[in-house]
């Protein structure tokens, strides 16, 4: 017990001391931009902008970048939104850390101590740059890990509200929602009630998080308003034609960006011989169009492997493989997305632990040598290694083979489920 005391004090000492001499100081602005190193002011600016009436969406960070999420967060942070800029995000910083924790615990419960350490150690690059830059992703790991805990424990209706709250956070938790709506479906007449109880979780907490809080603190008119001008900022950035993300101060081709799109087209430019500026290529048109249209198929592909992965294996919380298939839908939408830095890998700590814990092995082992290339190639000399996408391609592995075991074996090695866990999820 006092063994376990100490831990935890050192743990909270380690946490703190991190938080006022490194991510504070990334916060301030009086050192000017050049060490203004946080995402956080971009949420910031966004809540300052509702508070005074203005559009949330072309409010800008000191470091020119634009909000791009759903209302909830800035709404959220509209009481710290005139705090100094390092005293609000050491103040979500704690946030995170606590999230964390918890994320740790739940994954803990369902994979093992052994094997959610060995995949802390290896996600622990994407935690520290995600707590330094203040980026939303760990409070959504945290959500979905609870919603997974929930599951286990029979709750269905509360996991569906917490990934109803992630999805009006950000939207990529709805896809675990949607996958678990298909798993219940796939219990037939047995699985109605479930099916109710998910989506109407999912329902209860998309209308919580994108109506109720922001007409409460916005006022209907003002929440229409800027709700209107997210889904017309979404549609640009994400629709078919896809503005181009580098006029808002974002190099979309920094080999950081470890999504396919990018990947694609850095490929396309190789192989055309094109010419670079920022690391963009410039590609020919139809080169673009075929990027985009590869991106695309990637996208769709995991969407449909989520729901295809619920059907098949999100019907019992107690059945060996749930939890490694919950954990590969929670990691899937990575390849659904435009950009994808390594702060949005933090996912991957359920997927990959549980994979450590099953027979997986390799593909963890995978994912681990590409975040270490990935990293190798921060150094300048290796920067064309970042560019070739290690990470995207360790994670691609790590999805291929956990989706695999989980749809074709027979069995799930790992912790054994709880005693007290419901034998389906429609018993709940």
């Known amino acids: 017990m006092r063994r376990t005391t100490l831990l935890w004090a050192a743990v909270v000492l380690v946490a703190g001391v991190f938080g006022w ?12 931009t050049r060490y203004h190193r946080t995402d956080f002011t971009v949420y910031q600016a966004a809540a300052l ?6 559009d949330p969406y072309e409010a800008r960070s000191p470091r020119g970048y634009r909000y791009l999420y759903p209302p909830l967060l800035a709404v959220l942070l509209m009481p710290v939104a005139g705090w100094a800029s390092q005293d609000a995000a050491v103040l979500f910083y704690a946030l995170s850390v606590a999230a964390l924790a918890s994320a740790a615990v739940g994954t803990m419960r369902v994979a093992g101590v052994r094997a959610t350490v060995l995949a802390g150690i290896v996600c622990a690059p994407f935690f520290v740059q995600t707590l330094q830059r203040g980026q939303v992703t760990i409070l959504l790991l945290a959500l979905q890990v609870g919603a997974l805990t929930l599951l286990v424990r029979g709750r269905p209706a509360g996991a569906g509200l917490a990934l109803g709250i992630g999805g009006a956070l950000r939207l990529t938790p709805l896809l675990p929602g949607a996958a678990l709506v298909a798993g219940a479906i796939a219990l ?5 009630a479930t ?35 997210w889904v017309r900022m979404t549609t640009e950035v994400y629709g078919p034609k896809m503005r181009e993300l580098d006029e808002d101060a974002i190099n979309e081709y920094r080999f950081k960006n470890q999504a396919p799109r990018r990947v694609f087209a850095t490929y396309a430019g190789w192989a055309t011989g094109a010419t670079f500026e920022k690391e963009q290529p410039a590609l020919a048109p139809g080169v673009r169009h075929a990027v985009d249209a590869a991106a695309g198929v990637v996208a769709a592909a995991a969407c449909l492997l989520a729901l295809l992965l619920g059907w098949r294996r999100l019907r019992d919380p107690a059945a060996p493989g749930f939890a490694a298939a919950f954990g ?16 949005h890998y933090v996912m991957a700590l359920p997927a990959l632990a549980l994979a450590i814990a099953g027979s997986t092995r390799a593909g963890a082992i995978v994912f681990a040598a590409g975040t270490a290339l990935f990293y190798a190639a921060h150094a300048a000399a290796l920067e064309p290694l970042g560019a070739a ?3 995207l391609a360790g994670c691609m592995v790590l999805l291929v ?16 489920p709880r005693p007290d866990a419901p034998p389906a999820i429609s018993s709940a």
Do not use: F
């Not at 001499?21 to 000017?32: F, K, P, T, Y």
């Not at 037939?188 to 109605?192: E, F, T």
């Not at 929670?330 to 994808?340: H, M, S």
């Not at 074996?409 to 912790?415: D, I, L, R, T, V």
């Open 389 to 391: 996408g290690p990470l």
């Open 401 to 416: 083979a956990l989706i695999r075991r989980t749809l074709l074996g027979s069995a799930w090695p790992g912790p054994e």
């Open 21 to 32: 001499a490194d991510v504070r100081q990334r916060a301030r602005l009086d050192r000017g």
């Open 188 to 192: 037939g007449r047995g699985g109605r």
């Open 195 to 229: 099916v109710g109880r998910v989506a109407g979780g999912l329902a209860a907490g998309l209308v919580l998080g994108l109506v109720v809080v922001p007409v409460a603190a916005l006022g209907p008119s003002q929440a229409a308003e800027v709700s209107g001008t």
């Open 49 to 54: 902008a509702l508070r005074t009436g203005e």
């Open 328 to 343: 590969a839908v929670v990691l899937l939408p990575v390849l659904a997305t435009r950009y994808t830095w390594p702060t």
